[in-house]
């Protein structure tokens, strides 16, 4: 049985379809492929999208992780590159994000506490890439993909990371 939350979505997709979806396009049949890929934080206070003023026409597809971290998409990124040839990987993460009010360590002793029966190699590999530097983590994050063999070089040379400060609006360039 659906939790209730899900069965509330299947209740709103019904209504969604009786008000009259249409089809979306294949993509075969616009040729729109996403062409860049923009990192971003979970955080639901952050809407990339609407900050950065995307539309289908910048090509590009937001891929939200907790931290902004792309450390568990590399290979998502290497499978969409093979799809549609990426030109740009853009990691963006913002001030007062969530990745600043805990550790790594305290996400594996809650893991443990609630799965004892964990293992120790699988708990060990639980990254999400916490920080008390924003600024820093947004350079290691850029640095983990320019130095991943997995993507294509000339993808890799293209990552850049930015700040967004929610106070202020402001998006500056880290690296």
Known sequence: MPSPLAQ???QRNHAYIEKGHRPIPLFTDIGFTPKKMIFSCIDGRVKPEELLGLTDADEAV???TASGTPARN????A?????????ELIVIKHTDCGALYMTEEQIRAHIRT???DVDGQVLNNV??????DIIQRTRKDVELIRNSPIIR???RETASGLLFDITTGKLT???
């Open 8 to 10: 509330e979505l299947l």
């Open 62 to 64: 937001v891929v939200r």
């Open 74 to 77: 590399l290979n998502d990124i």
């Open 79 to 87: 499978a969409i590159d093979n799809l549609t040839t990426l030109t």
């Open 114 to 116: 609630h799965n004892p």
């Open 127 to 132: 990254v999400v890439g916490t920080t008390h």
């Open 153 to 155: 070089k000339e993808l």
């Open 173 to 175: 360039k880290v690296i």
